[in-house]
């Protein structure tokens, strides 16, 4: 088995798709297609059932998939053991989210942008599941995320920082200064961004015990911010991105304290060896991050 061939086949078992593992690779259709039935070739098994336009792996390449990615993770570890620079360099594809790329991450982009300008940083923004699965998939190099729990299957994770949360309103709402229970919210008009946050999922799991609850979506934390500033509702965010509303006094405090923690994390997929630049990214990330957050 040639490691071109094992290289292809795991990008064709990712995407599910000769044509988009053709762009990803910069090979022409035709290659992919051809190294793939050589690997099936050299196996005397099929690796993948065509079903019209689409493709799906066959149990033999279930099977394969996993020691693909570890002979290809190996051959990096080894070629990168000796030819790694000294000043690290290289793109590293980082799924992140709005809440961190506006307001925790300025101080680290900042770092690279200024102290290693070698290391290009790609950020895509994903939240929860598409950011795990596309880290389990190698998609992602690594992933930011904001989570209640810490432990994900088939990733390695590191907490940087409690992410603290606030109850606001527009001042002069009815429940402003007075001692909120979570019975009190279920029928006052709920502003949130879009679906899959952790902290909104885990605000309407929360109010649900207490009857049914409806969101108004705004789709970004900034419309959502201005939603609630201009008297349309109660929403829960994250501390750090109303911290200049809640100072300006365009927002303010209601007195009720979510019953869940999230962590702001960084993750990798579980056993990938980080290179030089990924690793340096995930130790000033530890530094920068915990340092914004006064928890460093």
């Known amino acids: 088995m040639e490691l071109r061939l094992l290289v292809t086949f795991e990008k064709v078992a990712t995407v599910l798709s000769f044509t988009r593992a053709a762009a990803e690779l910069s090979y022409a259709q035709s290659s992919v297609t051809g190294q793939i039935r050589a690997l099936e070739s050299s196996l005397g098994v099929e690796l993948f059932d065509r079903l019209g336009g689409r493709i799906r792996l066959t149990a033999a390449g279930e099977r394969l998939l996993p020691y693909a990615r570890q002979i290809i993770e190996l051959a990096e570890e080894a070629r990168a053991a000796v030819t790694e620079p000294e000043e690290p360099s290289g793109t590293l594809t980082v ?3 709005e809440s961190l790329t506006s307001y925790r991450l300025p101080p680290l982009l900042e770092y690279f942008h200024h102290r290693h300008p070698r290391v290009r940083l790609a950020l895509r ?3 929860g599941d598409e950011t795990r699965q596309a880290l389990r998939q190698g998609t992602y190099d690594v992933g930011f995320l904001m989570e209640e729990e810490t432990e994900h299957p088939g990733l390695t994770s ?3 920082a409690v992410e603290p949360l606030a109850l606001v309103a527009a001042p002069g709402h009815a429940l402003a200064g007075a001692a909120v229970a979570t019975a009190d919210l279920t029928d006052r008009p709920l502003l949130a961004p879009e679906p899959g946050c952790a902290y909104r999922d885990l605000f309407e799991r929360e109010l649900k015990s ?5 969101f108004m ?3 970004t934390i900034e419309a959502t911010k201005r939603a609630a500033a201009a008297g349309l509702g109660i929403t829960l965010l994250p501390e750090v991105t109303i911290a200049a509303e809640l100072a300006a006094g365009s927002l303010v ?3 009720w304290q979510p019953p869940f923690t ?3 994390q960084l993750a990798w997929r579980a056993g990938k060896r980080l290179p030089a630049h990924a690793r340096l990214f995930v130790e000033q990330a530890r530094r920068l991050v915990s340092e914004q957050a006064g928890q460093g």
């Not at 207490?210 to 409806?214: A, I, Q």
């Open 95 to 97: 799924g992140t989210m």
């Open 253 to 255: 405090r209601l007195a």
């Open 262 to 264: 999230l962590r702001t």
């Open 210 to 214: 207490f009857g049914d609850v409806g």
């Open 217 to 219: 979506e705004f789709g």
């Open 158 to 160: 590191t907490v940087l």
């Open 125 to 127: 923004t994903t939240i």
